[in-house]
């Protein structure tokens, strides 16, 4: 039998990039705990198999087409989640990329800057504002931002748009739960480190070495997947977190804790002997 403080039965999630990856293991595991979902993401047919896994689960799931780095289309998806539920209790806000592509500092052109801060930041900013608007009016909620590792230390590879957005993020995560938790809005992130999607396949199928690089910054042995998203996920959602607000929380397979130097067992190509 699970803890009742864990339980989300009741409760209505918003979660961006509920098509695939880490957005639609945390739809599902919200719809496993009990709570109804709206789904958004570009891709409507990858949307129609998160909705069939919830629905599979017991629960509703309503999928928008939305571009969460558009300000008109996310205002216009919660005009439909207030047609749909009433309500909001928690939000994933889990979309947002690199933009249109990496480059070198010294390349890096303002249009590619801005498409990704506009999606990072901007985009995000606004979910959280309208998810914030409405927790308030009602019974509070949750406010969950995915940051990646990269926005707390340097990924390096021409990820410095990328890096900044998130770390955007972390400060936006910090900034936000001082302003609202009195008022009943807890926001805290996610940390990640590399977690298995269709895009980190290819890389790594690409470019063989790139899954030892990763390797070597993960103690624990071994790439995420996205079903390690939802335990901390419906932690951050449900009264088992009732006093925790402002944390940036790693899930990183012990990435951030460990000296960007040191070595481990079991890391590709670690040194013979270990200092």
């Not at 005009?79 to 979309?95: Q, T």
């Not at 480059?103 to 309208?130: A, D, M």
């Not at 805290?188 to 977690?195: F, M, R, T």
């Not at 396949?201 to 790139?210: H, T, Y």
Request: include cysteine; proline fraction near 4%.
């Amino acid at each position: 039998m699970s803890h009742p403080l864990f339980d989300l039965t009741g409760r209505v999630g918003l979660v961006s990039g509920a098509a695939s990856g880490i957005g639609k293991a945390m739809s599902i595991g919200f719809a496993e705990a009990g709570a109804d979902l709206i789904l958004a993401d570009l891709n409507e047919a990858g949307m129609k198999d998160t909705v069939r896994q919830i629905e599979a689960a017991g629960r509703r799931a309503v999928p928008v087409v939305c571009d969460v780095s558009d300000g008109a289309q996310i205002r216009a998806m919660f005009e439909r989640l207030d047609r749909e539920y009433g309500r909001i209790d928690m939000i994933g806000n889990v979309a947002g990329g690199d933009g249109p592509g990496n480059k070198l500092p010294l390349e890096i052109s303002e249009e590619v800057v801005v498409r990704t801060l506009q999606g990072l930041i901007v985009g995000r900013l606004i979910c959280c504002q309208e998810a914030a608007k409405r927790m308030m009016k009602g019974d509070g909620g949750s406010i969950i931002n995915i940051v990646s590792i990269g926005g707390l230390t340097s990924l390096g590879r021409s990820h410095m748009a990328y890096g900044i957005g998130m770390g955007g993020v972390a400060q936006m995560t910090r900034d936000l739960s001082t302003e609202w938790s009195s008022k009943g809005v807890r926001v805290n992130a996610i940390v990640c480190a590399q977690i298995m999607n269709q895009g980190l396949k290819e890389r790594i199928a690409d470019d063989p070495k790139l899954g030892d690089t990763f390797l070597r910054g993960l103690p624990i042995g071994r790439l995420g997947q996205p079903d390690d998203i939802k335990g901390l996920a419906i932690f951050l959602s449900s009264d088992a977190s009732a006093w925790v607000t402002g944390a940036l929380i790693p899930l990183d397979g012990g990435n951030l804790a460990k000296n960007a130097g040191g070595s481990h067992p079991g890391m590709p190509n670690a040194p013979d002997e270990q200092t």
